[in-house]
């Protein structure tokens, strides 16, 4: 067995790991939506979209430290080999002289995944509560046909006004190739943000005026 | 006497269906009200509407004179199904959620509750008969300090013995300043209890005093022997404690999914060390 198996191993797993956990913080996000046992909770829907979010936020947090955590008990098992390829991997990205650069753009990067993992739970939730308010307006017979056929218009809709409000985004990250310069990518999170500003208040509106819960 | 649920001009429709049509409907403090009518009638819908949890609506629903969604839900305690649980949780986590998010919740007053329901607290949430879930789902609605409670079909299908603890309990453990909605088709199950009944047919409200010979005598005295479990407080959910109780759920999630990770990374590293003797 190579000796840096084990730390090549856990990365491998971490990455499957995050897309499942990803998904299935989802699903548990949307479910509180549409459910009693949270609905019923004396908060406005605000304060419970807001508490939802973040609690989604704070497990991938959760779960960040933990691949951490088997990532350095995985490095242990061959401590010396493991550390000189990452000072050759620092070394090698970061030239003499532009370290700052190179900090200033590993936070950037750190910053835009968690900012794109909160806009994209937004996103998810701004899809399925449009769906939602909309499905009580559609006959309940064949609902299930037509609750699809909504879904994929409004998943169309969603890409493209995406599409054209992403554009400037975009932009920055072709700059970003050219120029090199990492304040895009504080760029492109700030952007990502002002989006999941504007989806998270309709989010909040769908939840106080139309989206109601799954009647058993 | 101040009015517990007052509904004016309510409309509801729902897939291109009118499910409740002009109705207007008072409750006053301190009665319990039987919601009658056939099935699909518009007995739950009229329930979530009040609770706050179907929207859409048009009209006017005032809970205890208040008005806003959360105020409403922080004076109505809705007896809803558990759905949002996951089945496998054992029923200590549940009432541990009720206890977090509803400053209202009396672990003690639910601890009597349970003993004289005898819910076993060690079981999941996929082990409970239908009695027993109903048993637990009206133990953890009245162990709330509501102003209103909607009791929504507490005895569908569930056996004589159960119905004559639950509506016992609902006797024993109900403020003597709370309302109390229960909805059933049946009149004569509950009838004993109720002070009024509200019968919902073709979309609207039709509205009867019970008679005395249902014994209304009788339930007053039995409530009267119960009237000490009062304590007033008004239930304002923290944020920060609903956080808390929705993260526990996530990292419930993502822990269950460390287990694979673990075993995944360890029996791949087994292989590896296998393979290289």
């Known amino acids: 067995m190579n000796v840096a198996d084990p730390l090549l191993i856990t990365t491998s797993y971490s990455v499957l790991v995050y897309m499942v956990a990803f998904v299935l913080v989802a699903r548990n996000n949307e479910q509180i939506y549409v459910n009693d046992s949270y609905r019923l909770v004396p908060i406005s829907d605000t304060g419970l979209y807001s508490a939802n979010l973040l609690s989604a936020f704070i497990s991938m947090l959760y779960l960040v430290f933990t691949q951490i955590a088997f990532g350095v008990i995985a490095a242990a098992m061959n401590f010396r080999e493991v550390f000189h390829a990452i000072m050759l991997f620092l070394k090698e990205s970061s030239p003499a002289g532009d370290k700052g650069a190179f900090i200033g753009a590993l936070f950037g990067f750190i910053l835009l995944m968690a900012v794109f993992a909160i806009f994209s739970w937004i996103s998810i939730s701004l899809v399925h509560l449009i769906t939602s308010a909309l499905t009580a307006f559609l006959p309940d017979s064949r609902s299930r046909l037509y609750r699809f056929i909504l879904y994929v218009i409004v998943i169309a809709a969603f890409i493209y006004i995406l599409s054209k409000i992403m554009n400037p985004i975009g932009d920055v990250f072709y700059g970003m190739a050219n120029e090199n310069s990492y304040y895009q990518l504080y760029l492109a999170s700030i952007s990502l943000l002002v989006v999941s500003g504007l989806e998270s208040a309709a989010n909040v509106y769908l939840l106080r005026a139309w989206v109601e819960t799954t009647n058993r | ?277």
């Open chain 2, 1 to 277: 006497m101040t009015a517990a649920i007052e509904i004016k001009g309510l409309n509801y429709r729902k897939n291109m269906k009118p499910i409740l049509s002009n109705v207007d409907l008072t409750i006053d403090t301190g009665k319990i009200v039987g919601l009658l009518g056939e099935n699909g009638a518009g007995k739950t819908t009229l329930m979530r509407l009040i609770a706050g949890v179907a929207k859409g609506y048009k009209g006017q629903i005032n809970v205890a004179n208040e008005t806003g969604i959360a105020a409403k839900k922080a004076v109505v305690s809705f007896s809803e199904q558990l759905l949002g649980f996951n089945q496998n949780m054992k029923i200590e986590r549940i009432v541990g959620f009720y206890e977090d998010v509803y400053p209202d919740f009396s672990n003690d007053k639910y601890n009597q509750m349970a003993g004289f329901l005898q819910i076993d607290e060690d079981k999941k949430l996929s082990q409970l008969s239908k009695g027993m879930r109903e048993k637990l789902i009206i133990g953890l609605a009245l162990s709330r300090q509501a102003k209103v409670y909607l009791l929504d079909e507490p005895f569908a299908g569930i056996d004589s013995m159960s119905r004559k603890k639950i509506i016992n309990s609902i006797i024993r453990w109900k403020p003597e300043d709370a309302t109390i909605l229960v909805s059933d088709h049946y009149v004569s199950e509950i009838a004993s209890v109720l002070d009024e009944i509200v019968v919902i047919k073709d979309q609207t409200i039709l509205r009867k005093r019970v008679p005395k010979k249902f014994g209304k005598n009788l339930a007053k005295a039995l409530k009267n022997i119960m009237k000490k479990f009062m304590k007033g407080l008004r239930c304002m959910t923290n944020f920060g404690t609903l956080t808390n109780a929705l993260t526990r759920r996530k990292v419930q999630i993502i822990n269950h999914l460390l287990v694979i990770d673990i075993i995944a990374i360890l029996l791949t590293i087994l292989y590896e060390v296998i393979k290289g003797t």
